[in-house]
């Protein structure tokens, strides 16, 4: 297997930035501008992630493409990281949300709409009771809040290298002799998170049985797979021994849907049959309408009904006045019911397959060291050359030189890729023409890296 000529790496990194200053002048315009008024100069911190010297700006998006505002077209396999899952402003969805958007946006009265939501989302996911919130940050925190009173235990798992959003329980990892620790980065974290937190390793039930038998576990929170390190799957059995060990020691199961519902359209709860006490999603389901939600067992709504202060229910920690409101309600109507339907994952999915099976024989034809992994219409490749079995491996995988070198590359050639490791997800406008012209790239990226 080939290693990477790094001062090679260096060259190619150093034309392509150039490459991208000359494609995008009028971003350039506009990222200095945004200077003078924007912290960090861009409206949310994590954009300065983008692979370029600055981000580039967007005049408009349809379906699997968007345009900046130097005319430069893009295909999108970040899709706003799962935000724009369903295709960019998708035909039925903007209908839906522009004839609601002009009849009331937010009352803190239901409409309608939620009920066939709710219906919906138990359909998908198997769970009969749901409510809804603006992100998957507060259907996580809310499901730990609940969960947190109706066991009276304090403390949260995770797998190591998990990302829930900013939910400060699981901004957590292990160290080298295997303690929870604070993640690298931490901002400004709330109480020591061994506090609070127990990380175990995806795939290690040991681990896990030891966290859980000190009898101080409100809730496992788990992505079904790691998707935000790479992909991680879980081995065989492995969900199954979960749901076990927190039967037998009274810990509620979290199953976090936000990414995972790439696997299909009730995520991997549906397509594996997994049995979680809650299911938590967000992102996708309004076609980029904020929108968020979190269902539950018959079992834990009896014991979360039971648990609750009625007279306090506003201001207890279960909030969010824009929460559930009618436009999010109805986008998520148009959304779940006209397109991300179970047709539409069956085209994705397939697209997912073509789009593995690409970068697959790229790396294999150019002996690169690297690996390709999908969970169905979402794919990431790492920079190692085997699955990786949890989340340290995975992390040690992680090759920042050369993950933002192909990030440049495919975008200087009109291809976007997440900002953070290398995910493609695939939408229901995505054609097979969209994902062959990523492979293309792909090789020759490869070929110019390898030298061939
Ligand atoms: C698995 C998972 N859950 C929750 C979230 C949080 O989503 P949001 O930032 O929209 O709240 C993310 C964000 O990437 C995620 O990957």
Redesign the pocket.
Known sequence: MRTIDRSRLHDLMEREQSTFRERTPRSAALAEDAKASLLFGVPMNWMTRWPGEYPVFVEKAEGARFWDVDANEYVDFCLG?TGGMAGHAPKLSVEAIAHQAARGITLMLPTEDAAWVGREMARRFGLPYWNFTL???DA?RFAIRWARQVTGRPKVVVHNWC???SVDESIATLDDSGRTVSREGNLGPPVPLDVTTKVVEINDLDGLERALAEGDVAICMF?PAL??IGIVLPDRGYHEAVRELCTKYGTLLLI?E??TISAGPGGCTKAWGLQPDIVTI??TLGAGIPSAAYGMTQELSDRVLANTDWKNADVGGVGGTLAGNALSLAAMRATLGEVMTDEAFERMIALGERFEQGVRDVMESRELPWHVVRLGCRVEYLFRPDRARNGAEAAAGQDEEVETFIHLYLLNRGILMTPFHNMALMSPATTAEDVDLHTEVYAQMADELTGA
């Open positions: 990281d992100t998957a940050t996580n990302y829930h959003g992505e998707t935000n976090d936000t990414h967000g992102k």
